[in-house]
């Protein structure tokens, strides 16, 4: 095995990226059979963002409002539904995202976010982790000296990792299934690797799951990556749906982050 060299060989990460995927779409002509089998001779609202329509229409349909809709359109509604906490027809509004750049111990707190939520995450039993990919906390990097400390104790067991994989690929040589064999030596292996590893999800989500998400995880009071995670989060749907996301507010923390609020919480 070549030797390994962890300030050459590690790829450092500091910052998460957010990725939106994956939007829906309206069937606009089955929504206006369904409003002239009920009586609607006709209703339009004024947004193109599937999202923000889908809970418009869902709002209404809980009153049949469809005939005297009040004016100001579909920010002046969804800004209503927000003022009185009707957040459950915001659960109609779903989007994709892929979220890189994050450690596992950022996805062992993502991941409890399950109502509203879908995550679909890399497997480190059948992805091979030698490529050295690792998230370094703002307040170990910017320390030399705890950078140091962090550097070589990712080292080592990034080390670890790869010559445990490789005795024990040899410790399954007989197995004939490569693919299996594989897994059994990465899936073994991986028990060294930190929490600061990097990976990558899939995750499907509702417009009032993402609200609880950047609520809690935006927070000052958060741990600082995912806090990263939830305002790029909140800045992407601010600019894809700005009818349900424009009442958060960004306010600048000492360390240089950044926090998200509202004055509807709980939605």
């Not at 995550?119 to 320390?143: C, H, K, M, T």
């Amino acid at each position: 095995m070549a030797a390994f060299d962890p300030a050459q060989d590690i790829k450092i990460i500091r910052e998460p990226t957010a990725y939106l995927v994956g939007r829906q779409t309206v069937d606009q002509g089955v929504i206006d059979r369904f409003l002239a089998d009920h009586g609607v001779a006709t209703w339009q609202t004024d947004t193109e963002v599937a999202g923000e329509y889908l809970s418009e229409t869902a709002g209404r349909l809980c009153y049949m409002s469809f005939a005297k809709p009040r004016p100001g359109g579909n920010k002046a509604y969804l800004e209503h539904i927000l003022e009185v906490g009707h957040g459950s027809v915001l659960e109609h509004a779903v989007w994709n995202f892929v979220f890189a750049g994050i450690s596992r111990s950022c996805t062992h707190e993502l991941v409890r976010h399950r109502v509203g939520m879908s995550p679909s995450q890399l497997s480190q039993r059948y992805v091979d982790e030698s490529v050295a990919e690792y998230v370094e906390p703002d307040v170990i990097g910017d320390d030399p000296e705890l950078h140091a400390l962090w550097l070589d104790a990712v080292g080592r067991c990034h080390q670890a990792y790869m010559q445990l994989v490789e005795k024990l690929l040899d410790k399954f040589k007989d197995e004939p299934d490569r693919t299996l064999r594989r897994k059994l030596a990465r899936q073994a292996a991986r028990s060294v690797l930190p929490n600061a590893t990097e990976t990558k999800i899939f995750v499907t989500a509702n417009s009032r799951a993402l609200r609880h998400f950047i609520e809690l995880r935006g927070s000052r009071h958060a741990e600082t990556e995912i806090r990263k995670l939830a305002v790029q989060v909140l800045r992407i749907m601010q600019t894809e749906a700005p009818n349900l996301f424009s009442d958060y507010q960004l306010v600048s923390l000492p360390d240089g982050t950044w926090e998200a609020t509202t004055a509807h919480r709980k939605v």
